[in-house]
């Protein structure tokens, strides 16, 4: 490495003579030969390694240029792989933002579909706005009284039912007396029991089976709904009892409805009717009680008192039925004597059970069902009975009596008004039940309708909710509309429904008089249709013959002179007077032409008028009647009466010297008096 071309080239002359070989060299000195040959060896390899070095600088170099191009291949290749991630990175970016914005987008479509179905939805219940507002004040009042109003409303299930409707509203009123000395807030306006106990579609739907209509009615079918204890229902004119089977017969009906409607593809089978004895009738149906939807199914079962009595009576208790006991008498089946005193007792094999049975009787234990409820119904007064026992006085009111008896002069008379008026009266009661049921429904999926959860299926709902509302609404008004024509036209014949239950009542009042006096509602409408049917107004109606008025007038007096004859053939003697005296009473006072204060002195005594401090003028006037005359003064009528007396005693004293006083002309003023005040 260290010889230089330089040297080589000064060598090469001598080296190139062909005379200097190593032979010839060693021959001269072996030693020189050896180094001649070295030196021949070094310049060879000099020429070598002067032709192999640049080859191998050059492959050096080739070398470090490749592991530069290596070295940068790696960096390259580490920076695609790093660009690669890159572009993966930005690939998810973009995916992700592609994504994020298809959401935004269907986002923004879903919130626009949203507010759009807000806005209809919006404009759809704006018309409910008002009544829910006044509803809603209404409740916000309501819960200021609940308080009061609950403890009359409890009070009016305990203690109102065995009373009439006089007494009810006296005891309610009593009632809120007392609770207005106490801090317990309550109506101020006083309540109506109704309000609570009931509500107006259910009221319809018990109108449409045959329920009297008239609040007495209502409560008395309130309160045997929510009795919990045996209820036993004063019933005379079997009102209640028709109506508990008209309820019975069409809940029963709806219930096969309903499981038609529940399973289509299969023909369900109708509910099952059980009887127990001849002498009973099970129909199942659907109770609603006013407090709260109910949709458990109850059986009804309707039996009399008879030797199949226990049979019905475990079935309903196992079953946990409503058993109505139509026509108990004056005493009690030991059977329901059993039931009223409800003792319970364990299983007799297992005394750990909960399980808990009744006994009929000593050898008869039935199982006790908690649903089971017991109603005895009774046409007159019912017998001993425990303290527990609710009595209801199911006796229909004089106007639901007297809107009997309307439809029945209606029917007879103008037969197509009534069938018209008793069409709008069960559209009016329909309409009634569905407007309640779908504001429920409106109320009700509107409350479970989240802002997240507007989708169009619901709201087009609730659109078509409000459209039926409104639709049945109008047609409740024209219905309403319809009746209020119907009613005037058959309040003309009014008078005579009157005048059938002013002597319907007088027949009950003559109870009083004599327990023989005992008169079936059936049989007075038997005598009170064939008293019209008579009428030749029936047969042949026309109003230009004969005018409204003169048929009413006829009406009246066929009905008063038929259901008197009818009457007067089962009375004694002395009471037929006192039957007469009523009746003529009766009539005036609700024609208006009895004052009440003569009425109340007529019916007065001679000890009840106080004693008069002035002498009487007259020896043939006795004190008692001269203090009468004085009290009877009082009256506007009769206020010149004793001056009278005082200044013409002599044709006083004459008049009431006469054989027939009521036939000869009153002195003085007195001649002008009606005949009620004459006499």
């Known amino acids: 490495q260290n010889i230089t071309e330089t040297q080589i080239a000064q060598l090469r002359p001598y080296i190139a003579s062909s005379d200097l070989t190593v032979e010839s060299v060693s021959h001269k000195n072996a030693a020189a030969g050896n180094l001649f040959e070295w030196v021949l060896n070094l310049i060879k390899y000099f020429e070598m390694y002067s032709l192999i070095q640049p080859k191998r600088d050059a492959v050096q170099e080739y070398k470090l240029r490749h592991e530069e191009a290596q070295s940068k291949v790696q960096r390259i290749r580490a920076q695609v792989e790093r660009l690669k991630i890159k572009q993966k ?199 609603q009680d006013p407090p709260r939807e109910v949709a458990s199914c109850r059986k009804f079962l309707i039996v009399r008192p008879g030797p199949t009595l226990m049979e019905s009576l475990a079935v309903g208790i196992k079953g946990g039925y409503t058993v109505v006991v139509e026509g108990i008498g004056s005493s009690l089946d030991p059977v329901l004597n059993a039931v009223l005193e409800k003792n319970l007792r364990s299983s007799p094999d297992d005394d750990t059970s909960d399980k808990r049975f009744i006994a009929l009787t000593p050898g008869r234990l039935v199982p006790w069902n908690p649903s089971f409820r017991l109603i005895l119904q009774t046409t007159f007064r019912p017998p001993a009975l425990p303290s527990d026992v609710q009595i209801v006085d199911f006796s229909i009111s004089r106007p639901a009596f007297e809107e009997r008896l309307l439809q029945i002069v209606v029917n007879k008379v ?106 079936s509602v059936d049989t007075f409408y038997v005598i009170f249709c064939r008293s019209i049917s008579f009428s030749p107004y029936v ?90 005359l004085v009290a009877l003064s009082e009256i506007r009528q009769f206020s010149s009466l004793v001056g009278e007396i005082e200044k013409r005693g002599k044709r006083w004293k004459d008049w009431m010297a006469s054989e027939t006083p009521e036939n000869e002309r009153l002195p003085g003023d007195a001649r002008y008096l009606s005949s009620f005040e004459k006499m």
């Not at 209404?138 to 109003?149: F, I, P, R, T």
């Not at 007067?568 to 009746?583: D, I, N, P, Q, S």
């Open 89 to 287: 990175e930005l690939e998810q970016a973009v995916s992700d933002a592609q994504r994020d914005r298809d959401s935004v987008v269907e986002e923004g479509k879903m919130l626009s579909e949203r507010m759009h179905l807000s806005e209809r939805l919006l404009s759809s219940l704006s018309s409910q706005k008002s009544g829910w507002m006044h509803k809603l004040k209404e409740l916000v009042v309501n819960k200021k009284s609940l308080l009061g109003d609950a403890i009359i409303a409890a009070a009016t299930l305990a203690y109102a039912a065995p009373f009439s409707t006089e007494h009810r509203t006296t005891l309610i009123t009593i009632w809120g007396t007392a609770l207005s000395i106490h801090p317990i807030p309550q109506t101020d306006k006083g309540l109506d029991p109704l309000n609570l106990l009931t509500t107006p579609a259910l009221s319809a739907t018990w109108f449409s089976h045959n329920l009297p209509r008239d609040d007495t009615s209502v409560q008395n079918a309130a309160i045997c709904m929510h009795a919990d204890q045996p209820v036993v229902i004063v019933d005379p004119q079997r009102c209640g009892l028709n109506w508990l089977s008209s309820l019975a017969d069409g809940n029963k009906k709806r219930l096969a409805h309903d499981e038609n409607e529940a399973q289509p593809p299969v023909a369900p089978k109708p509910p099952t009717v059980e009887r127990s004895g001849s002498g009973a009738r099970v129909r199942r149906v659907k109770v």
């Open 414 to 519: 103008k037969p197509e008004l009534e069938d018209q008026m008793q069409a709008q009266v069960a559209c009016i009661n329909r309409y009634s039940i569905d407007v309640a049921e779908l504001s429920q429904s409106l109320v009700t999926t509107f409350a479970n309708l989240s802002e997240t959860a507007i989708v169009r299926s619901t709201v087009e709902e609730l659109e078509t909710i409000k459209e039926n509302i409104i639709d049945v609404v109008a047609k409740k008004a024209a219905a309403l509309d319809s009746k209020l024509t119907l009613e005037q036209a058959r309040e003309q014949y009014l008078p005579v429904a009157k005048r059938g239950a002013i002597l319907y009542f007088i027949l009950v009042d003559l109870l009083n008089l004599e327990w023989l006096y005992q008169y």
């Open 539 to 628: 047969s042949v109606f026309d109003e230009e013959e004969a005018p409204v008025a003169q048929i009413v007038n006829q009406l009246m007096n066929q009905v008063t002179v038929a259901v008197g004859r009818q009457v007067k053939k089962g009375l004694l003697g002395k009471h037929r007077l006192v039957f007469e005296l009523l009746t003529s009473i009766s009539i005036l006072r609700d024609a208006g032409t009895l004052p009440e204060d003569q009425l109340r002195f007529f019916l007065s005594t001679d000890s009840e008028f106080p004693q008069s401090p002035d002498p009487c003028p007259l020896s043939c006037i006795q004190q008692d009647q001269w203090n009468a």
